[in-house]
């Protein structure tokens, strides 16, 4: 990024394919929302566990999701990548083992060594699609592990996890009391539009977070939430008095305002979503030089590089020296991953495809592939 913006005050024009930046203009109700929090001078302090007509709001929307009473009182709202530092700071003491399922999103893996926590990662294998599968499910239980980390739907493959397995995993991690954090972040945005969380009334050892971030095109705004037992949205609350105090009452009143119009502004996303992920998707594995499984949610690519010739983090440097495209190298998602980048498809629709363009040309001319780029 840093580099990237150097080239930019030089006045070279970039291609940004590295952030999941969202670009479509976000519902009119929440920027009308805030604009009126704002206009009516609402700036003080809010509650430590966020303003309770959007925790209420939030906790009916997972009520009717799940058919189960979800309160207000399990609902904590806070940063989403802050929630990750949370949990981990509240579930474990330094030395502690956490297991992510790998792929994984790099703010795990920096909450968790900023903590002094042990990181046992469990590859998911590229030959299920990068799936959470039964045998990956053992493998951390096997670790010993004080607290895991699943991400469903997956931020970088796109993967979607199956619903039975992933309610497997929960329902052993509260017989084994080990800590389980559900980051549900895009699981708004699955493209046959299903819904799996595992936010629940009965959650002990189990926290669900999710974020108005990406689904709503919102991510300057910084408003994500978790549920959680009573007791540990308690310990989340303090948290959040502790680090921060509480989150600003106008950006909350603006998210609670987009609450009614949330799932018609999802659905758009998704088609929007579908739509460039296919055609990219296509246009990837027609290269012939460049491979990825087809994304179940979000607007990730997680690339196979291999056969250029190149690592990912030289052929990123190169990609943005030479090409003026941005990409995110994949061992930010594990250090197994140094044969993969990880392309964002959230951006303008024809920067999103001429960045695609210069990538596929790059990854050809360095395989010595006569095929033209799309």
Not at 88 to 105: M, S, Y
Not at 154 to 182: F, K
Not at 349 to 367: K, M, N, P
Request: glycine letters at 8%; charged letters at 20%.
């Amino acid at each position: 990024m840093d580099r990237a913006q150097a080239l930019e005050r030089q006045g070279y024009r970039i291609y940004h394919l590295e952030l999941g930046n969202p670009r479509m203009a976000p519902p009119g109700e929440i920027v009308d929302g805030t604009v009126q929090a704002l206009r009516e001078k609402q700036l003080g302090y809010a509650p430590m566990a966020g303003v309770k007509e959007l925790r209420a709001a939030l906790a009916a929307r997972y009520t009717s999701l799940t058919g189960e009473a979800l309160t207000d009182s399990q609902v904590v709202i806070s940063p989403a990548n802050l929630l990750i530092h949370q949990f981990l700071d509240i579930t474990c003491n330094p030395g502690d083992r956490v297991v992510l399922f790998t792929p994984a999103f790099p703010s795990y893996w920096a909450a968790a060594t900023h903590q002094g926590l042990q990181v046992r990662p469990v590859p998911l294998s590229e030959r299920d699609g990068f799936h959470l599968t039964r045998q990956a499910i053992d493998d951390a239980l096997a670790a010993g592990p004080r607290a895991i980390v699943v991400n469903n739907a997956n931020n970088p493959t796109g993967a979607l996890y199956d619903s039975t397995i992933l309610r497997a995993l929960a329902a052993r991690c509260e017989e084994t009391g080990i800590w389980l954090l559900s980051d549900e972040t895009y699981a708004d945005l699955t493209f046959d539009g299903s819904f799996v969380t595992l936010a629940s009334a009965r959650a002990g050892y189990v926290v669900a977070m999710s974020s108005f971030s990406k689904v709503c095109s919102i991510p300057g705004f910084r408003t994500g939430y978790a549920f959680a037992h009573e007791a540990v949205a308690a310990k989340l609350a303090l948290s959040n008095s502790t680090l921060y105090s509480c989150l600003p009452l106008f950006t909350q009143l603006g998210c609670l305002a987009g609450m009614k119009v949330l799932d018609t502004y999802a659905n758009e996303v998704r088609s929007r979503g579908s739509r460039l992920i296919g055609s990219c998707h296509d246009r990837i594995n027609r290269s012939g030089i460049l491979h990825c499984h087809k994304p179940e949610s979000g607007f990730y690519l997680f690339v196979d590089i291999a056969r250029t010739g190149l690592d990912d983090m030289t052929f990123c440097r190169r990609l943005l020296d030479d090409h003026h495209t941005a990409v995110t190298p994949g061992r930010s998602f594990g250090e197994a991953y140094a044969s993969f980048i990880r392309i964002a498809v959230c951006g303008q629709e024809e920067d999103v495809h001429e960045g695609l363009s210069r990538t596929i040309a790059f990854a050809q001319q360095l395989g010595g592939c006569r095929v033209q780029a799309a």
